[in-house]
């Protein structure tokens, strides 16, 4: 490794990468970066205007210009850089250029409409994806299977209750219902129509797609069961409508969140504007003027004369993650104090949230991955943010954490699921069955305990001693069942087996695990045969298993070598103490020669996962935090008298 890799060029790599982070942080501490979709966002964004009737010549112009950018050579647009054609981005992407004045018969609108036509047609489009078509009269209303206001009065004991899906599915949804009881007609400015998407009239269609993983015998019972709500919506009675809907935008209300929004994630945040739309309150009610005023915080102007619409914002995790690897390059202990007080600020304590369903006797503590969003802070983040806080005061004999680490760590463990793994936001939501109801054709209704995640609490419990008790013990057994035949972890937030193995290897490590574990060799060998010949790792949205189904040939299909998966190996690598071997020696190589003169590394893929196979992430912090890190603990663990990482991540 030492003939590959100088002490020297691996200095200047970790001096000029921290220099590059620290121009980043903002003057009051913590960092942000730009959190990067598909095309759905913006396009629904303009949708979300026209709908109201609202024409921004300036800002349609800007955002019209990122959606052409980004179309693919295949005339469509993908959910990943240069990723195939995706139905339902295609349609919101085409739909959202004639609303700003594109012609149908423009080239680009040309080769889109062949794309679309050729993969099926919009009749192919997903749920979500119709609701908003019925909208501006695009399909029929019974494209879209029924889900009724009066889901919010229906007992917890029975098989369908909001506090059984996820946080994302029930923001969303719980706005959305009274939304299309309503029915309403998008003003259109425009008169902007994509009929010529459909390769059968929609009036016509009699089989509007479900999800593929949606099995028997629950598809046909659902299945039925839509229909008959269908028949019966006119017989509603008026009273329980109007309890549902009042129950619904009490629901809304209570979580506005300020101008962080409804769930801070944009879906929620548009479907709540509609809602007090539908509800005849007016534009000037304060409830309306914060919901349009969460959704506009996520327009993104950039400096190349493009805009775009974020998912949502990042800034607690982007924080986090920043001071673990200042922490590791060394030398910028003030900014990363800063960085950490300015967490210490946002720490939740406050608010019973909806995880409190499931747990009730439990106390608050931990944080959100947004600005602000008391009501839904996760594990994933509350744990790095933790370790963080942990690290730096060994490193500093600070105690000002100390209230904050212990809250935290009490409210993680009791977030614990049966089987010892952790979801990301709620305990025990592994209501598998509703995953089969026509509403959840994209199969992301729950958030059941995943690997990645239980990892990252693993990591937090050892690093903070308490690696033998009973909750890292069942954490522990939990990631080993959970390791794959070929030697690989899942990874749910992060794309994808690459991810899930970087952060079960340096939780297990951290837990006391052998280096000569068969688990540990099992995942050293996956990374060695994963490895590109070009020295570096790339893994794409892809390699995810087929929801219900089975899982391709994961990280071995052919992709190009990104940054922040190259850095993810190499740390697994050395938390299985391979910092000596070869592997490790060519991903530092392959991260040294594509260094930026900045400091900073390219990457335009799709590294982070929203919803596999439905939505994924590009996280533009991932390339100058992640390589950083890598090189920093290659360089530490060489100048060291060990080879084995201390840290827990």
Request: net charge negative; with cysteine.
């Amino acid at each position: 490794m030492g003939e590959l890799i100088g002490s020297t060029a691996l200095d200047e790599a970790v001096k000029g990468a921290a220099a590059h982070l620290l121009a980043h942080q903002r003057p009051d501490g913590h960092w942000v970066f730009e959190l990067e979709a598909d095309a759905t966002i913006p396009a629904e964004y303009l949708m979300l205007h026209h709908f109201f009737g609202r024409i921004q010549p300036e800002k349609e112009a800007r955002i019209g210009r990122y959606l052409r950018r980004i179309q693919g050579a295949h005339g469509g647009w993908a959910l990943v850089h240069g990723g195939p054609l995706d139905v339902s981005c295609s349609v919101k992407a085409y739909l959202a250029l004639k609303l700003v004045g594109d012609g149908a018969d423009e080239p680009h609108m040309a080769r889109a409409r062949e794309a679309i036509l050729a993969a099926g047609g919009a009749e192919r489009s997903n749920v979500f994806t119709r609701a908003a078509l019925a909208v501006f009269g695009a399909v029929p209303w019974r494209a879209v299977p029924m889900m009724p206001p009066e889901i919010m009065l229906l007992p917890r004991w029975f098989p369908f209750h909001i506090s059984k899906i996820s946080y994302w599915a029930r923001t969303v949804l719980v706005p959305l219902t009274v939304v299309m009881a309503h029915r309403p007609v998008a003003a259109n400015p425009t008169g902007a129509s994509i009929r010529e998407l459909f390769r059968t009239p929609p009036e016509f269609v009699r089989e509007w797609p479900g999800g593929a993983h949606q099995a028997e015998p629950w598809a046909s019972l659902f299945k039925g069961l839509d229909a008959a709500l269908h028949r019966a919506r006119a017989l509603f009675p008026r009273n329980h409508r109007a309890k549902a809907e009042a129950a619904c935008e009490a629901f809304v209300t209570e979580r506005l969140n300020g101008e962080d929004g409804l769930g801070a994630i944009y879906p929620a945040m548009a479907n709540a504007v509609m809602m007090y739309h539908c509800l005849g309150i007016p534009p000037d009610d304060p409830r309306v003027r914060t919901a349009w005023s969460a959704v506009e915080k996520l327009v993104l102007e950039r400096a190349d004369g493009e805009t775009y619409v974020q998912p949502c914002l990042s800034p607690v995790w982007d924080t986090a993650l920043a001071a673990h690897a200042l922490m590791e390059a060394g030398g910028a202990e003030a900014e990363v104090a800063r960085g950490l007080h300015w967490l210490r600020a946002r720490e939740i304590t406050g608010v019973q949230g909806d995880w409190a369903w499931q747990r009730p006797e439990l106390k608050p503590g931990g944080w959100a991955f947004q600005y602000q969003n008391a009501h839904y802070p996760d594990v994933d983040d509350t744990a790095v943010v933790v370790l963080a806080m942990d690290r730096h005061r060994q490193r500093a004999g600070e105690d000002a954490f100390d209230g904050a680490i212990r809250r935290a760590v009490d409210w993680t463990v009791g977030m614990q699921s049966r089987g010892g793994g952790w979801g990301a936001f709620d305990a025990d939501n592994t209501f598998h069955y509703l995953n089969h109801i026509p509403f959840a054709d994209h199969g992301a209704l729950l958030d059941p305990p995943t690997a990645d995640v239980s990892a990252r609490c693993l990591a937090m419990l050892a690093q903070l001693g308490q690696g033998d008790g009973p909750a890292a013990r069942a954490a522990t057994e939990y990631l080993l069942r959970e390791q794959e035949a070929d030697g690989s972890w899942y990874g749910r937030w992060g794309v994808n087996y690459v991810y899930g193995t970087w952060s079960a290897l340096t939780a297990l490590n951290a837990a006391g695990l052998g280096h000569g574990h068969p688990a540990m060799r099992r995942a050293v060998a996956w990374l060695e045969a994963a490895q590109n010949p070009d020295g570096g790792w790339g893994e794409d949205g892809f390699t995810y298993p087929e929801r219900g189904g089975t899982r391709p040939d994961g990280a071995r299909r052919p992709c190009p070598s990104t940054a922040s998966q190259t850095a993810w190996a190499m740390l697994a690598l050395m938390a299985a103490g391979e910092a000596d071997g070869p592997a490790v020696a060519r991903g530092a190589q392959w991260l040294l020669e594509r260094q930026q003169p900045d400091g900073g590394w390219a990457e335009e893929d799709h590294t982070g996962t929203g919803f596999p196979h439905v939505f994924y992430l590009r996280y533009h912090g991932y390339r100058r935090i992640f390589p950083l890190w890598a090189l920093a603990r290659l360089r530490n663990l060489r100048d060291s008298n060990s080879r084995r990482v201390t840290a827990g991540l």
